[in-house]
Nanobody, 116 residues
Framework: QVHLVESGGGLVQPGGSLRLSCAAS????????MGWYRQAPGKQRELVAA???????YYSDSVKGRFTISRANAWNTVYLQMNTLKPEDTAVYYC??????????WGQGTQVTVSS
């Protein structure tokens, strides 16, 4: 079992920055990749950034060049540094752990609101 807890969301003005954290506990050794997703009201949940065990990264076109995914202490904590935030980045952000044959685990989400 893996348990994920996101933090770091909040209200920020356009052009500002936030750093989200995803703290993992439990059978962390089972994790092979992690990703950050977001879901805005009335929209489908979308992948914005992902990180593999080999440190390969993926970014959606909408956040490329502005967001950075990273990790500390293997998979204990995964971060999403978000710079130059835009109102369209407003959403609930979720982290997700890929545990291979053991399936996926989602966190509970953290709200990010970009508004003046």
């Amino acid at each position: 079992q893996v348990h994920l807890v996101e933090s770091g969301g909040g209200l920020v003005q356009p052009g500002g920055s936030l750093r989200l954290s995803c703290a993992a506990s439990g059978t962390i050794s089972s994790i092979i990749a992690m990703g950050w997703y977001r879901q805005a009201p009335g929209k489908q949940r979308e992948l914005v950034a992902a990180l593999t065990g080999g440190n390969n990264t993926y970014y959606s076109d909408s956040v490329k060049g502005r967001f950075t995914i990273s990790r500390a202490n293997a998979w204990n904590t995964v971060y999403l540094q978000m710079n130059t935030l835009k109102p369209e980045d407003t959403a609930v952000y979720y982290c997700k752990a890929d545990r291979g044959d053991s399936g996926f685990t989602w966190g509970q989400g953290t709200q990010v609101t970009v508004s003046s």
